[in-house]
């Protein structure tokens, strides 16, 4: 009877001790461990049955018909054909359903390409805004594409018929736009946040009113940057520059769905608070159960579970990463240090703020895979198993930033299932046989890069010339009208390098003065003459003693006083000496300081280079000068 018993507790143990480790497994993410655990019974005498010597190894996990997934992936690793635009490109976009590709740029064009059975055919292109386009959004039937620019209006376009449909005119400079109503709705409806401000405002998709339907304010309390929509849950979740993620409904009260989680405490989308990061994309997966992410300055792929707003995977691509791996050699790819230093400094590039929205995360059709551009290509990885399973354009000449694919069957899409696709039925394969084709653009390229199935790659043929070379003479002419205004600049300093993004939309006056002074070299060498711990640091006085500067007019100019607060450190605003006496002085915060609010023009802020700042701040000083000289090297405006 007793060893009845014992051998009954010891198959229990057995079942238990089994589960526990596939239960492990299947919640650990990224093990890279053996799983073996080793042990050896103190004594020959003990009653019951022994445990092993050592634990089975887990099993690796194996994603059903990961091979038909991977098949239906571009097999080139290298790109097969690129076509230009005539200035950098901005964004690349694949429509669901309607198979259109549409390019855009930096200076306002908007290409439209339909995917026919072999490659793309350009159809038609629109000078759509007059400078850069800040964002776009395709709607989920892949009908309407929306984009947004910095001459503050919004264009609509009907795919089907690729023609612009609509201009709507708006009263602020937008950040993001995203389409947020379901497939086949009646009434579309397009979101579009403001560059300066918390608010989101709601259009009528068709343009048929230049009106806002409504104006959410309560839903984010800084500057949202991105925002992506889910059809299956009828919910949208947008990022604002604080780091906060929030999930609301594009109708009724806005107040998330029910369907998800309850309580965002039980979530991990307090991550990028807690990492003082910001995404500055969201990608939706096809099948709705997930959402990717890539945040700056941590440069983190996260990958969340849409319902319940878990963590479900991590992926590390931050420069301290990277550098380590490649000198410890457990990089994917070792690279020679001459290379790496090239790649290093792209790498860094990307980091500029005109560059952060052009980088996003992407799914494969069956929201197995995300890919995205890394320092040695594009990787694609199953989220499942955690393995790097393909690398396109490793040995390219671009570091990729935005991408698009195109998974299409052109007969019979969508009505063979995977056991069905999986079959070795000939007839069945050539009638559903595949064109697919991944998308890049490149950091700092005019071109977009299509890697397909296509093995001959002729490097001599393969970059068509679609565009004439750019004017020199028109490219100069941009130049000066350029150098009026400008969205981001460099403070390089003796101390080291602070980025600065500026407000022309806010203060437009405060913007041209500044950016006109650092092209001219106004500020170089001059020092920061005024520092105050825990107050300000301040600068831009040609004399160094806090009595000399001027504007680029000549005379003092008034001040701009906006929404714009003091309630933030790392605030840069105008210096004067009493009302509408601005001239070049400016200071940058390094605490709230709120009853400077309505007195000083704010024009920027402070968002890299924090501890320059600070190691400016806590300088010793005689009457509010620093001892040892602080100089402004000179100013990159971007």
Known sequence: MVNATNASQGSAAKRNRTEFEDGQAENEPASTGSGDISGESSSDDGIGPALPSSAPKKKKRKLPYEQLYLAALPQSPRYSKSLMHKDQLSFVTMTPFTDFLITSSIDGVVKFWKKVAVGIESVKEFKAHIGEIKSVSVSQDGRGFATAGVDKTVKIFDVIIFDLLAIIQLQFTPRALCWVHRRGASLPLLAVSEEVGHSIRIFDGRGESQ?????????????????????????????????????????????????????????????????KSVPTSITISPS????????????????????????????????????????????????????????????????????????????????????????????????????????????????????????????????????????????????????????????????????????????????????????????????????????????????????????????????????????????????????????????????GDGTGGESIWGAEFADEFSTLKHDKPYTVSMANAGPNTNGSQFFITTEKTPWLDKKHTIFGRAVQGMDVVHRIENVKTYKEKPEEDIKIVNIDVM
């Open 211 to 275: 009106q806002e339907l409504e104006t959410l304010s309560q839903i984010h309390r800084s500057t949202v940057v991105a925002m992506a929509y889910n059809n299956d849950y009828d919910c949208v979740v947008s990022a604002d520059e604080s780091g906060m993620i929030e999930y609301w409904s594009p109708a009724g009260n806005h107040e998330k769905p029910d369907t998800v989680f309850q309580y965002k405490s039980s979530t991990n989308l307090f991550d990028f608070k807690k990492t």
């Open 288 to 543: 709705g159960a997930r959402f990717a992410t890539f945040s700056f300055p941590d440069r983190k792929v996260r990958v969340f579970d849409f319902s319940s707003g878990k963590l479900y995977r991590t992926y590390d691509e931050s420069i301290a990463t990277i550098s380590d791996m490649q000198q410890a050699g457990t990089a994917l790819q070792k690279l020679e240090d001459v290379e790496f230093g090239r790649r290093l400094a792209i790498e860094r590039e990307i980091e500029n703020p005109t560059l952060q929205s052009k980088v996003n995360v992407i799914f494969d059709e069956s929201s197995n895979f995300v890919a995205y551009g890394s320092i040695l290509g594009v990787k694609v990885i199953n989220t499942f198993t955690n393995q790097v399973v393909k690398v396109f354009g490793k040995d390219e000449p671009f570091r990729s930033l935005n991408l698009a694919i195109y998974q299409g069957q052109p007969q019979k899409k969508g009505v063979i299932t995977v056991s069905m696709a999986a079959s070795s039925n000939p007839l069945l394969q050539e009638a559903e046989e595949r064109d697919p084709m991944l998308v890049a653009t490149g950091s700092g390229k005019v071109r977009f890069y299509m890697f397909t199935n296509e093995t001959e790659i002729s490097k001599s043929t393969r970059d068509i010339q679609n565009e004439k070379p750019k004017n020199i003479n028109v490219g100069r002419e941009a130049e000066v009208k350029v150098a009026e205004t400008g969205y981001g600049a460099i403070l390089h300093t003796t101390y080291g390098d602070i980025h600065i993004r500026l407000f022309p939309e806010a203060a437009p006056k405060a913007v041209e003065n500044f950016v006109t002074h650092s092209k001219n070299g106004y500020y170089n060498n001059t020092i920061f003459h005024r520092v105050i711990r825990k107050f300000m640091i301040q600068c831009g006085d040609p004399l």
